[in-house]
């Protein structure tokens, strides 16, 4: 039976081509078919900054996107959504796509940011110049995976196709090659109305009288960086607050015995908003200084000590807008700082760094200048020698950032500072090595769980409202070590805010499978052609029938 169908077979394809080609030819289209693949992709997207301060808009003005993907290699952007993975991603680049009025720009981030050091070095330089750049271009982050990394490469392929020398091979792979319809499933952004910074407070006060000098401990918790939902903001600042929280349930301790209990009321305050010109501790102050008469800010403030960025390095700076004078404790601090340095952590070098106010900048450099407007003396510690210092703005600054071993020696040297200026163990002639915090006292796994919980979360303070965890947690840390804990609240003004947040900055995006439109009009062409050779074969296989036939 198989031999008589074989030579049925073979006596149709020698003598009719026509019918040989419609048998043939669909049987080659189904075997050469590329396998099946997923219609769409979807990925989560964090859109870049968009804020208003001080009247002065910065980011992205449009969350919106459903536009055809192309890579920055297309000659033609116009109108496209241009995907970047951070490896090839430049300024030029960057400002290349704005200038064609793309459509959209996606930056694809890999998972693990240690693996390529140079490239996380260059985009925390360029954070910035993206954000001074005001554009209506939507600018999104993904987190890179296997699916997106595909629609990349293929895009990538589609992309620099366009560049071959031959036209007739650009329009071959146009009408080949696959294309994705990027569209985010989220609304165009808003103005966030009514949102509340919120800031803390707590103290230990001294004994000894009512007037006493009072010193005043300060961090923001907030993080910044180009996207808010990828701000984890681990050196600057959860150093610093980790370390206040540190230095409350240390001389807490010393606060409970009557022996230690000391002649300073000492205020320790977890300021919201630091990052956008320090709004929650500026509403502080106002309400402090200007709005009641009982306050410990009004009293007799001995100085003022920020701590921002101080989980790395082996450098100390203290910040000061206006060098201490002999005979303040601002004074007293800053040789107590240089004597336990240099006696107990000879590897730290510590330096004054002066810098004055400059009132006609967008923003204040260091926190402690807002305090320092208000005629208090303060200053801010840091490893950075400088606040134009990239790491105190970025996306990449995540938990590996922190060394938590010289954080824990920071924090030491800190509370060993303050103890000499509070006890005035240097007057009383206490040797430059004497410890007052044993390494007993020290809790480095409960610093490094500080650390590592507010490291586990995004902390800008468009993410951060009155009801977050983050807010409720310090809260509850504050209240184990501290006396009238409460809660400050900041609200831009409606009629001349001074800060402006916006909605839509996590989003969902889907990536279609589609093909251009030149590939429907080929495959129409095809279907064409394949009938009218079906139609041209059947009319002459009847013909030969009908010549038969007697």
């Not at 808003?190 to 000894?208: F, N, P, Q, Y």
């Not at 004054?352 to 807002?370: G, Q, S, Y």
């Not at 279907?527 to 036939?549: C, D, F, M, P, T």
Request: hydrophobic share 40%; charged share 20%.
């Amino acid at each position: 039976m198989f031999e008589e169908a074989s030579e049925v077979f073979d006596n149709m394809f020698k003598s009719s081509f026509p019918l040989t080609f419609i048998v043939f030819i669909p049987a080659v289209l189904i075997l050469v078919s590329p396998l099946p693949a997923e219609a769409a992709h979807e990925f989560t997207v964090y859109r870049m900054q968009q804020y208003d301060l001080q009247g002065q808009p910065y980011g992205t003005r449009n969350a919106i996107l459903n536009t055809e993907a192309r890579t920055v290699e297309a000659e033609v952007l116009s109108r496209r959504c241009v995907i970047m993975r951070l490896v090839d991603f430049s300024y030029e680049r960057y400002q290349k796509a704005l200038r064609q009025s793309a459509g959209a720009v996606v930056i694809i981030l890999p998972k693990n940011m240690s693996t390529m050091p140079q490239d996380i070095v260059q985009f925390m330089e360029l954070e910035p110049e993206m954000l001074a750049t005001e554009t209506i271009v939507p600018v999104y982050f993904a987190l890179e995976d296997d699916e997106l990394l595909s629609i990349y490469t293929q895009t990538l392929t589609s992309s620099s196709s366009q560049g071959s020398s031959s036209a007739a091979e650009v329009l071959i792979h146009t009408a080949t090659a696959n294309g994705f319809q990027m569209v985010t499933s989220g609304a165009q952004s808003k103005a966030v109305s009514d949102w509340a910074i919120t800031s803390l407070e707590g103290r230990l006060a001294g004994t000894g009288g009512e007037d006493l000098p009072t010193i005043v401990l300060v961090a923001h918790y907030d993080s910044f960086g180009v996207a808010p939902w990828l701000s984890y903001g681990a050196d600057s600042n959860g150093s610093g607050v980790s370390m206040l929280l540190e230095l409350a349930r240390l001389f807490s301790r010393l606060y409970t015995y009557k022996r230690t209990h000391a002649g300073y009321n000492l205020l320790f305050f977890v300021s919201g908003g630091g990052k956008f010109n320090y709004q929650g501790t500026k509403r502080w102050l106002e309400d402090n200084l200007d709005h009641t008469d009982s306050s410990l800010l009004q009293d007799n403030v001995a100085f003022v000590l920020c701590l921002d960025t101080l989980g790395n390095g082996d450098s100390l700076h203290l910040h000061v807008s206006k060098p201490p004078k002999e005979g303040t404790a601002q004074y007293a601090l800053l040789k107590e700082l240089e004597t336990v340095a240099s006696n107990q952590y000879p590897e730290v070098k510590f330096s004054m760094v002066h810098k004055k106010i400059n009132l006609a900048d967008d923003t204040l450099a260091w926190e402690h200048e807002r305090f320092g407007i208000r005629r208090l003396p303060a200053f801010t510690l840091s490893h950075l020698n400088s606040h134009r210092e990239v790491q105190r703005s970025s996306i990449m600054d995540v938990r590996p950032h922190v060394d938590l071993r010289k954080l824990s020696r920071n924090t030491k040297l800190i509370a060993e500072s303050l103890a000499r200026v509070i006890y005035n163990l240097t007057e009383k002639g206490a040797p430059g090595d004497l410890q007052i915090f044993t390494e007993q006292m020290m809790q480095e796994e409960q610093l490094s769980s500080v650390v590592d919980w507010l490291t586990a979360q995004p902390r800008a303070a468009q993410l951060v409202d009155k009801d977050s965890s983050v807010v409720s947690t310090l809260e509850y840390h504050l209240g184990r070590y501290l006396k009238d804990v409460r809660r400050h609240y900041v609200k831009a003004d409606k009629r001349d805010p001074e800060f402006v947040f916006y909605d839509q900055l996590k989003q969902t995006m889907n990536a279609y499978r589609v093909k251009p439109a030149i590939f429907d009009l080929l495959l129409a062409f095809c279907i064409a052609a394949y009938l009218g050779v079906i139609y041209l074969s059947i009319q002459k296989v009847v013909e030969r029938l009908y010549a038969k036939s007697p």
